[in-house]
């Protein structure tokens, strides 16, 4: 993924933690709050699959398997 777009996702991604913030605050409903994380995490994880699909074609092409598998170990940690 392009580091532009990546930019930009996780700007969206920090607008919907805003809006999180603002629904919690002004006290609305749990399941729309709970929708509302759900969907920031989901968007949390599409850029990390891509940046880690990224990384991997990199590691790939430079043969640089034994630093892609540490980044898998990082990224399956959690």
Do not use: H, W
Request: with cysteine.
């Amino acid at each position: 993924m392009k580091p532009d777009k990546v930019i930009t996702q996780l700007k969206r991604i920090r607008g919907q933690l805003d809006g999180i913030i603002r629904m919690y605050e002004d006290e609305r409903g749990c399941i729309d709050i709970v929708r509302q994380v759900v969907a920031a995490r989901s968007s949390l994880g599409r850029v990390s699959r891509d940046l880690l699909s990224g990384e991997a074609t990199r590691c790939s092409k430079e043969r640089k398997a034994e630093e892609l598998n540490d980044i898998l170990k990082e990224v399956f940690r959690y």
